[in-house]
């Protein structure tokens, strides 16, 4: 019987969480703001790519944090990554970078049918 090659364990300087994207464009998960140390005011910038948007700490930061532990993702860069209201991402919060990226499930579904295919469905591109 084969064996299956050890599985390395999630690295210790990055915390994982999802959320659904309300139709603002907020997405809250109190984890990830509170292990990043970000506070009400402070200021932040969006990056996005296809399907990713990523958020940072910078003074000089168009986008302001709410008294609210969630983040609002600007209409422009949901529309450029095709996020809607109602998706869910995976949010993976990166103390050391001060960053937290949110993943569309879409990303997500490629990465993994890239990885293994899905039972029953085969590799899809």
Not at 6 to 30: C, H, L, N, Q
Not at 101 to 111: C, E, G, I, N
């Amino acid at each position: 019987m084969a064996v299956a090659p050890e599985v390395r364990a999630v690295p210790g300087d990055v915390v994982y969480g999802t959320g659904r994207m309300d139709e603002s464009g907020r997405v809250a998960d109190r984890a990830m703001t509170g292990a990043l140390g970000w506070q009400p005011g402070d200021r932040l910038t969006f990056t996005a790519a296809a399907g990713v948007v990523i958020a940072r700490r910078d003074p000089a930061g168009m986008v302001t944090m709410p008294a609210k532990p969630y983040l609002v993702i600007p209409a422009a860069l949901r529309r450029r990554c095709g996020l809607r209201p109602g998706d869910h991402v995976l949010l993976a919060a990166s103390p050391g970078g001060d960053t937290l990226t949110a993943y569309s499930f879409a990303v997500l579904d490629q990465a993994l049918r890239a990885h293994a295919p899905v039972p029953g469905k085969g590799k899809q591109p």
